[in-house]
């Protein structure tokens, strides 16, 4: 058996024959009710939810490494519901309610701080949208504000709103409510919690074949062997499309790097959060102090999961004119994800092509502040093989009906 860290602890504390261990050698004879593959924040809250919610006995989650170790720890961990259209407003919003109780839900402390988002904007194009996202959040139930230079000033004062910068501020709107959670947290609170209700986490287990028989679904094949169950997802960001392949159809996502990096720590200087989609930077201070700053996705398609220097430098320009103290701030360490985007910028939740197949995919720079509302709905769905209400707007179908959602303004992030 691995020992993980928090077996480790919970030895040495004398506590090892309470608690079960958590993580199981897969047996490969065991047929499961549901297989998800991909252990980060999204398979790991939907095993949680099936289990919890669903009455699903028998769940197995596999990983191809270790779980968190892809997009879900690897993200600039904002979370927030201010998006356009109705449909995302209300997947967010939903996922959003669930992030204010989640730390009790998992007793697991995931950190969760509503310290409000900032949606900066820079030109009077911006000013417009921004004001037209507040009615329609506003609509939503959604909290959304509209900050002018002054009150800005006052909100973020280390911000510089001056009307000589390079990207001069016209104002900001402002979700009080969103904020930043801690996301190997989140995974390891999910993890947790699934594996207490009896799930089995696979981890270093890849899959490398979806078999079907008569049009449905009959497992998985993996490195360690076929495992079999009537119904398995893919929730493996940024590799959907890989996976889709092997079940025989394609899927309208492309994978990019996306990438971020982390400041020395300092004092508490920040404590919200800033968001500039026009000059592609995102940044928070975390709880260590140390600045976690994010950018654009790199333009080319690729699997690495590091992302190119020019992004790096364009997005420290940026930082810099916005934050002008900030100059002499010395770079840690930067690393990349991979996130598949749909040409609408929205997620794919639902059935596939394949009976017994189902999707949740598609989530692109921002999944993250999704993780618990999406594991939810995506419980249900597969449990019931009929898509929960949020997600029917998010299905395969809007690409053949056209009914996109197209949150490329709203998704806050440049695609
Ligand atoms: P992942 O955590 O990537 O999990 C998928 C898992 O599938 C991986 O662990 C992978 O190893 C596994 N896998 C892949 N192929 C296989 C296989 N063949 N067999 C078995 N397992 C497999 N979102 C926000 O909301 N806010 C943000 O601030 C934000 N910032 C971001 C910054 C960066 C730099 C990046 C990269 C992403 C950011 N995102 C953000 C997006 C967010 O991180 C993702 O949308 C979200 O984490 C996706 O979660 P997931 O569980 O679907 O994917
Ligand atoms: O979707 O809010 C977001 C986000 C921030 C950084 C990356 N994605």
């Not at 249900?380 to 179908?397: C, E, G, M, S, Y």
Request: glycine share 12%.
């Amino acid at each position: 058996m691995r020992h993980s860290f928090f077996s480790l602890i919970r030895n040495a504390l004398g506590h090892h024959r309470e608690w079960p261990p958590l993580w199981r050698d897969p047996d490969p004879k065991a047929a499961y009710d549901v297989i998800i593959i991909g252990g980060g924040g999204h398979g790991l809250a939907t095993a949680y939810y099936l289990a919890k919610e669903q009455g699903l006995g028998r769940i197995a989650v596999v990983e191809k490494g270790w779980i968190g170790g892809g997009n879900s720890a690897r993200n600039t961990t904002i979370v927030r519901s201010n998006y356009l259209w109705d449909a995302s407003a209300h997947l967010y919003e939903h996922s959003l309610r669930i992030w204010e109780g989640l730390s009790r839900e998992l007793n697991f402390n995931v950190m969760f701080s509503q310290r409000g988002v900032l949606n900066l904007a820079h030109s009077l194009h911006d000013v417009r949208d921004a004001h037209r996202r507040i009615r329609a959040n506003d609509l939503n139930g959604i909290d959304a504000e509209w900050l002018d230079p002054t009150k800005l000033a006052s909100y973020c004062p280390l911000l510089d709103i001056s009307p000589e910068a390079r990207y001069p501020i016209l104002g900001a709107t402002l979700q009080r409510r969103g904020g930043t959670a801690r996301h190997d947290a989140v995974v390891w609170g999910f993890a947790r919690a699934a594996d207490r209700l009896g799930v089995d986490i696979l981890q270093h287990c890849e899959v490398t074949g979806i078999p079907r028989e008569g049009g449905k679904v009959t497992g998985v094949e993996t490195t360690r062997g076929v495992i079999k169950a009537p119904k398995v997802a893919i929730v493996a960001a940024g590799h959907a499309g890989t996976l889709a392949a092997m079940a025989g159809f394609r899927l309208p996502l492309v994978s990019h790097p996306l990438q971020a990096l982390v400041s020395e720590p300092m004092k508490p200087l920040l404590d919200c959060v800033v968001m500039s989609n026009a000059v592609h930077v995102y940044v928070s201070q975390s709880d260590k102090g140390e600045l976690v700053i994010g950018a654009g996705i790199d333009p080319y398609a690729g699997y690495a999961q590091k992302g190119s220097f020019s992004i790096i430098t364009e997005q420290m320009g940026a930082l810099v004119s916005l934050f002008p103290r900030f100059s002499r701030l010395r770079m840690m360490r930067s690393w990349g994800g991979i996130v598949d985007t749909a040409p609408d910028a929205s997620p794919i939740i639902g059935k596939s092509p394949v009976e017994g197949l189902y999707l949740n995919c598609g989530w692109g720079t921002g999944g993250f502040k999704a993780t618990p509302g999406s594991g939810q709905v995506f419980a249900q769905t597969i449990a019931r093989d009929a898509p929960h209400p949020l997600v029917v707007p998010f299905t395969l179908d809007r690409f053949t009906t056209g009914a996109l959602v197209d949150e490329h303004g709203a998704a806050g992030v440049a695609h």
